[in-house]
Each structure stands twice: as C-alpha cells, then as structure tokens.
C-alpha cells in the first residue's frame, strides 16, 4: 500500500506546483484505501504480477479521490474526515480542473496496467458513477422505494468495489468463471459498504463521522433504515407526508424523525441486510483456494458490517 | 463524419434523460469537427480499419467537448459558437457532472479502440491539456514571454491535434517513421491552428466570433500578436507597463491597444508564423505515398490559415 500511496503521489511530478501541492493533500487527508487493499488482495491471491497489481490499485484510488473532489465541490462539503476540502480552499475552476487531472491520470494508469479488459471497465465504472450521481442531482428528493435505493448504492459504491475487484482478476491468470466469482465478491462487499455507511450515518458519534446525525435524511437522502421505517411505520405522519411526496424540511421534523428511526428495529433491520451481502461475498471467497490473501480478505469482508459500531 | 457524430450521440443512451438531451445539446450545437475528420483522413490514408477509426474520432471529438464543458463553466462563458453554453443553462454541479461523464465514454471508446498505445497517449493528452489550463489559472495574468506562450497552446490545442493524427496512426500496419511523422503532422497543424485562433482573435468580425474582438487581451491573456507588438514597440507606453508586469485593466486603454495591434505588422507576422507551422505540417504529408486522402489533408492544412480571413 506504501507503493501504491507512492505511485499516487508521484503522478503531478513534472506539473504545475499547485497541482503537487493538492494532490499530495489529498492523498495525505486519508481514507481507509478499501478499494485498494481489495484490489491488491484480490490480485495477489490469484497470482497478478506485482507491478501491475500495485498499478491497478493507484488507479482504483485515484479514479476514488477524483469522484470525490468533485462531489465535494457539488455538495459545497468543506470538511471530509476532518480535513478541509480541496474547494474550502481553492476556487472552483481550480476544483474542477484538479479532479480532472487526477481523472486523467487514474486513466493512464489503467492504461500502464495493459489490459483492454481493464481499461475498458474502468471507464465504464466511471460512467456508471456519474450517471448515478448526475442521477440524484435531477431527481426529486426524498425517494423512497427500495428499488431505486439498491440501484442509487450500486451506482454510487458497489460498482467501483466491484471493479476494483474485478480488475485484479482481469490481470490474473485465472479462468472467466472466478472472474465472475470475484466480480459477484466485489458487488457484494460494496453493497454492504454503502449500507453500513448509510447505518452509520444514523447511529454513529457524530465527532467520529464528522458530520451531524442523520445528515442523508437532511438532504433528502433516503436510505435503507429510513426505507425500513418507511415500511414499518406506515401509520407515521412523517411516512404518509413522505410517500405522498412531500419532504420533511423543518429541521425540528426532521430531528424527530432521524431519532425515531436511530432508536427503531429499523437499524438492526438494515445492517442484518447488509450481513446479507456479506454472507453472499464471503461464499464467493470459499469458492476459492485458501491461501494467506483468502484469509485476509474473509477478515476484510467480515470487519464490514463490524466498522464502528 | 455521420457515423462519429452518431456514435457519439449514442453515449447517454441507457443513461439519465437529461444527460441524453444535454448530449444531444452539445453535439447539435456543431463545431468544425476539425480534430475527427484529421483522424479519420489519416487513418484511411494509412489503412486503419473503418470501424476502429469511426470510434477513435468519436473518442477524439467527445474529449474534446468534455474539455470545453468544462472551460466554459470555469470562465462563466454563456455562449459558444452563438448557442447558449450547458453552464448556462445548468447548475454548475450538473454541468462538472456532464463533463465527466464525457470523460468516461471518451475513455470508453478510447478503449474499444482495442489498442493500448491509443489509450495511453489519449490519458496522456488528457493530463497535459488539464495541466495546461491549470498552469493557466495559477499564474499571474499579461505572461508576455515567447517560450512561455508556445507551451500554452500545445497544451491547449496542439497536444490534442498531435493526439488525433498520431492515435489514427497508431491503429494503422505502418512503420514507427510513419508514426512519428504524422506526430510532427498532428503538432504542426495544431500549432498553426491555435496561432490562427489567436489572430482571429484580433481581426474577425465579431459577429461572426460570437465574442467581441481582443477578448484575449481583454482576460489579461498574451498572445502572438501581442507577443509582435511588444517586441516591435518597447517605446510604446502599456507595453513597458506590460513588461514590467502590470496588466492593463482600463476598458478604453485595452481597446486603444487592441485598436493598434489590429493596425500594426504584428498581426501579418503571426500570420506568417502559422504559415510556418503549416509548411513544416505540409513537409510531413509530402514524406507519404500520395492518394486522395493525402491530398483532402494537404487541403484542409492550407485552409488552416486561410480560414474566415
């Protein structure tokens, strides 16, 4: 991982100073580098070559970081983990254009990596993602159904998980039928990612997750626990205004509704759904040799529904 | 040139409603289509197959728009090519997301392409244009030097030309000395073009620029005209203002200024420069066996400075 870090960091070399500067600020603000581990896991248990794994996993990260320098920029958000945004402290042109350099790059490093398969998934991931995102921005808020919710997080997180998994098999001297079985491992661990993270959203210390207690639900965002809520509370006045379309907009509605829920079955409802997804990635992993990666990634996929609870 | 703009209106298809039209917005609002049709007379002059070349000009050209989507939302401009821009007419987020999304399915063509050299010199290019605008952006307004201005339109523009002759070579069965030929093709037309650019700048009927004439000058950006007129006049008043770093930012001065570069020599010695670049381009051609697609590039090279004057 200290490779890859480095690979990222090395990929202003040459540019303009201000560009070296963001970016090593950037990748210096952290991030857990799930996907990455994932990718470098996936690739070394099914005997990748080193320097392409480690490549591939810059990518993955990259392609990462620069979704979220413009979302971040979309959603006027200043801090993220703590850490002042890039557009906190630079105009928006200079935003726009630091995320499409680390597009750019994220792109020639797919393509250092040699494989058509690869970079031919890579940037599909990525129209994938900003379709769901430009998705959310034009639709109405407070969306509801189910179906939309698992179609808006696999948009949002299981399709690059899925890649970043993907794409270490794409490069692996491995058959298409454990690439499928690494492609289904990496759906479903993003899957469970985004719906802890939409969990830990209600019930985490707002300290630690550096934002206020249900901030989704305040934006209009409605996810899974709200879904379950939803379909538990239909008697709720709140739940009727919601499904005939009307969003809650007073913060004191609101505040009440985030508690109902935080102290409802709707959140062990919701994360017994994503140990679902865990359960479904973690028999694609027994499909598998095992081998010292195998286990890590069974401790990884596990440690996903535990995070912060 | 049909089938480009069909496949690249294709790319939102499947895709939020929106962004299918905003596509159809883009595509429709035209452009000379200069980039593609230098891809494909090249890669049928050289052989490449049909299909192949189609996407890598449908690649070539949605980069190329994605760029502009882009720009247009950094400089807050509301009209190109007398149609109003996407930032116009869209919040800044979706029109950050529009762009891209034309990133990715100029990737993903990019890659359909099947060919890794494509894919690379096409990330590439992509960091050396962001790059350029980035430089841009940082540094301090009335850059007069010559070196300076010279590796701002390859970023620019010239990278990208240089991009769309050498990838139509790349796919082609011909010789590393054929490729690097059509790269000093690619570049010489690109330089040519830019430079052009920047004396219509100064000389074409506003009405038909769409932008009032000196607007260059008028964002505080130097360009070869104005390069001539200071080597040509240090006795002149605002040019040692400009020299010494001090941009001028009075209406009437700038359109005094403008007034006399328009009526000065500087303008047929940039002129003659662009002429330059287009002989060196013309040379290129001349090393290749001739057929009609050599002769349609010799066409279109000689219109490079000919072009609306």
Chains 1, 2 share one sequence.
Not at 49 to 59: H, P, R
Not at 133 to 155: K, N, P, T
Not at 224 to 247: A, R, S
């Amino acid at each position: 991982m200290h490779q890859v870090e480095n690979l990222m960091e090395s990929q202003a070399e040459g540019h303009h100073a201000d560009l070296q500067a963001a970016l090593r600020h950037i990748i210096t603000s952290g991030g857990k580098r799930i996907r990455p581990t994932v990718t470098l896991l996936v690739g070394r248990m099914l005997g990748a070559a080193q320097d392409k794994l480690i490549t591939l996993a810059a990518a993955i990260e990259l392609l990462h970081t620069a979704t979220l320098v413009h979302d971040d920029l979309i959603d006027g958000a200043l801090l993220r983990r703590g850490i002042p945004t890039l557009n906190s402290q630079w105009s928006p042109g200079a935003t726009v254009l630091t995320g499409d350099f680390l597009f750019a790059r994220a792109a020639k490093l797919a393509a250092d990596t040699e494989s058509i398969p690869v970079m031919s998934l890579f940037s599909s991931t990525l129209s994938v993602i900003v379709n769901g995102e430009i998705s959310q921005l034009f639709s109405s808020r407070c969306q509801a159904d189910r179906q939309g919710y698992y179609q808006r997080i696999y948009a949002k997180t299981a399709s690059l998980f899925e890649t970043s998994a993907t794409c270490a098999a794409l490069i692996s001297p491995v058959t298409e039928e454990t690439i499928q079985t690494i492609r289904t491992y990496g759906f479903n661990i993003g899957m469970a990612f985004q719906i802890m993270d939409d969990v830990l959203d209600f019930i985490s210390d707002p300290s630690k997750l550096g934002k206020p207690v249900g901030s989704d639900l305040k934006q209009g965002l409605i996810t899974l626990p709200t879904i379950y809520y939803i379909e538990n509370h239909p008697e709720d006045e709140m739940v009727q205004q919601i499904l005939d379309g009307h969003c809650p907009h007073y913060e004191e509605e609101i505040q009440s509704l985030v508690e109902r829920i935080r102290n409802s079955p709707s959140i062990d409802q919701s994360i017994a759904e994503a140990e679902r997804y865990v359960n479904e990635a973690f028999l694609c992993l027994q499909k598998l040799p095992p081998c010292p990666e195998r286990t890590h990634l069974e401790e990884l996929t596990l440690y996903i529904t535990r995070r912060e609870l």
